[in-house]
């Protein structure tokens, strides 16, 4: 059974740090692309960071350029999204994805929430 739980979400104050993890099993995770994404209230799903199978490219939204740093384990079967420097704007629920290209697997999360606040 594939399984995808993220964890590390919160309520945390602008300019606070958080570190998300998301938890993979059922499948052969050091195979899959990682990535992040994010939706808030009203808003469409974003892409906010991904990382290859092997943690050697990653790409990152604008958005969290040099404040958001994704990295992986692949012993772990885990991906983590290490959020500094947060925003009010960075509020909404993270999701956790698994992608494979050659046979078109795609996995998702149930979220975590990230709420940024005073």
């Known amino acids: 059974q594939v399984q995808l739980v993220e964890s590390g979400g919160g309520l945390v104050q602008p300019g606070g740090s958080l570190r998300l993890s998301c938890s993979a099993s059922?499948?052969?995770?050091?195979?899959?692309?990682m990535s992040w994404y994010r939706q808030a209230p009203g808003k469409e799903r974003e892409l906010v960071a991904t990382?290859?199978?092997?943690?050697?490219?990653?790409n990152y939204a604008d958005s969290v350029k040099g404040r958001f740093t994704i990295s992986r384990d692949n012993v772990k079967n885990t991906v983590y999204l290490q959020m500094n420097s947060l925003k009010p704007e960075d509020t909404a629920v993270y999701y956790c994805?698994?992608?494979?290209?050659?046979?078109?697997?795609?996995?998702w999360g149930q979220g975590t929430q990230v709420t940024v606040s005073s």
């Open positions: 059922g499948f052969t995770f050091s195979s899959f692309v």
């Open positions: 990382i290859t199978t092997a943690g050697g490219v990653k």
């Open positions: 994805n698994a992608h494979r290209n050659v046979d078109n697997g795609d996995y």
